[in-house]
T-cell receptor, first 114, second 111 residues
Framework: NAGVTQTPKFRVLKTGQSMTLLCAQD?????MYWYRQDPGMGLRLIHY???????AKGEVPDGYNVSRLKKQNFLLGLESAAPSQTSVYFC?????????????FGPGTRLTVL | SQQGEEDPQALSIQEGENATMNCSYK?????LQWYRQNSGRGLVHLIL?????REKHSGRLRVTLDTSKKSSSLLITASRAADTASYFC???????????FGTGTRLTVIP
């Protein structure tokens, strides 16, 4: 089993460009999450999904959109990238609710916006 | 913010010594989890302790939880160079769909 995979691993964008980050999991998990990690800030939740076809906002959702068309995939989109979105992005999944279950993380995508 | 805070921010010890790191949080929780992150990698789950538990062990890891003080500690005994990583606590409030992560403790174990 691959667990949680993310593509791409690295990306450099110019301000105003758009891109989509793909997360895939093969554990049949219902819950999926997108986080960003910045130095000294820990992980902050961007958006999450509690099942196929559902999405919800997290702590820092502005400037991002997400879609969960298939249970195994969770896409994170940046419509018009800004330098403030330079960060490392992590996808995670879990079997169920956070207050009962551990989360499994992907290896991360390092995004630089110039 | 419900984000927890780890203390210390950085810790450097000799191989074989014990490492203790602490986490404080602000709201009532259902569980508290500890994760490890090796440099350039994703987070890996270490241990989950529920609000009605006071102590939990897993191999060389010992976690305590004091809900009255809103704090937890992670003890790594007989540390190894491979334990060098950042360690994060994460809390889940009752009914929450997501975790809130702390800012992490950077542990360096010197061979």
């Amino acid at each position: 089993n691959a667990g949680v995979t993310q593509t791409p691993k690295f990306r450099v964008l110019k301000t105003g460009q758009s891109m989509t980050l793909l997360c895939a999991q093969d554990m049949n998990h219902e819950y999926m999450y997108w986080y960003r990690q910045d130095p000294g800030m820990g992980l902050r939740l961007i958006h999450y999904s509690v099942g196929e076809g559902t999405t919800a906002k997290g702590e820092v959702p502005d400037g991002y959109n997400v879609s969960r068309l298939k249970k195994q995939n969770f896409l994170l989109g940046l419509e018009s990238a800004a330098p403030s979105q330079t960060s490392v992005y992590f996808c995670a999944s879990s079997y169920g609710l956070a207050h009962y279950n551990e989360q499994f993380f992907g290896p991360g995508t390092r995004l630089t916006v110039l | 913010s419900q984000q927890g805070e780890e203390d210390p921010q950085a810790l450097s010890i000799q191989e074989g010594e014990n490492a203790t790191m602490n986490c404080s949080y602000k709201t009532s929780i259902n569980n508290l989890q500890w994760y490890r992150q090796n440099s350039g990698r994703g987070l890996v789950h270490l241990i989950l302790i529920r609000s009605n538990e006071r102590e939990k062990h897993s191999g060389r890891l010992r976690v305590t939880l004091d809900t009255s003080k809103k704090s937890s500690s992670l003890l790594i005994t007989a540390s190894r160079a491979a334990d060098t990583a950042s360690y994060f606590c994460a809390t889940a409030s009752t009914g929450a769909n997501n975790l809130f992560f702390g800012t992490g403790t950077r542990l360096t174990v010197i061979p």
